[in-house]
Every structure is written in structure tokens, then in C-alpha cells.
């Protein structure tokens, strides 16, 4: 079956960096776009990037363009979400979906803070 699992959150200082990994199984990655999601408590699930099946293609919500940066190894059956500059407000669950089969990971905690 389709799995998702998500690696790489933790604690970071404000202004901070961290790279997530999201290691995909179970159908065929390189065919399908790929997305990255975040959810704080109490509040709704909010799109934060999205990359076409090759990679060749990005986009990212306005608060987070040219701070994201989302990548995908084919070859590993691996997408990465690298965040930079990263705040408190950020600190959330960071999911990474496959949305032709409506599949999510289990989700990563970041932590920004001091």
C-alpha cells in the first residue's frame, strides 16, 4: 500500500534551518507531483509547497517563497522540504502527501524557538 513517512523535524532556533525528508512507497513516485502540508493545533491543514513528478516545476505559499525549498530524488522515492529562516509561528506538523491516492505521512514536528 501507498506509504509516507516523514523524518527530519526537531527543535530549531528562530532564524533557523532544517531539512525534512519524505521517504515514499509503495506506488510509483517519479509518476505523480508530490506536496508538503502543515497543521498547528486547533487549526486548519495549510498547503506549503508543491513539485510536479520531475521536479522541473515548484510552487510554494506566499509566506514561504524564497525562504522553501522543495526537491525530489526519483531515484531514492525521497522528497526533501528545506526551510530556512524559519520562525516561531512555523512551529507545526509537516506533512507530505501524494494526492492522486489521497495519501498522507504521519506527519514531523518542528519546533522553532528559542
Known amino acids: 500500500q501507498v506509504q509516507l513517512v516523514e523524518s527530519g523535524g526537531g527543535l530549531v532556533q528562530p532564524g533557523g534551518s532544517l531539512r525534512l525528508s519524505c521517504a515514499a512507497s509503495?506506488?510509483?513516485?517519479?509518476?505523480?507531483?508530490m506536496r508538503w502540508y502543515r497543521q498547528a493545533p486547533g487549526k486548519e491543514r495549510e498547503l506549503v509547497a508543491s513539485?510536479?513528478?520531475?521536479?522541473?516545476?515548484?510552487t510554494y505559499a506566499d509566506s514561504m517563497k524564497g525562504r522553501f525549498t522543495t526537491s525530489r530524488d526519483n531515484s531514492k522515492n525521497t522528497l526533501y522540504l528545506k526551510m530556512n529562516s524559519l520562525k516561531p509561528r512555523e512551529t507545526d506538523v509537516y506533512y507530505c502527501?501524494?494526492?492522486?491516492?489521497?495519501?498522507w505521512g504521519q506527519g514531523t514536528l518542528v519546533t522553532v524557538s528559542s
Open positions: 502527501s501524494a494526492p492522486a491516492y489521497n495519501a
Open positions: 513539485i510536479t513528478r520531475t521536479g522541473g516545476f515548484t
Open positions: 509503495g506506488f510509483t513516485f517519479s509518476m505523480y507531483a
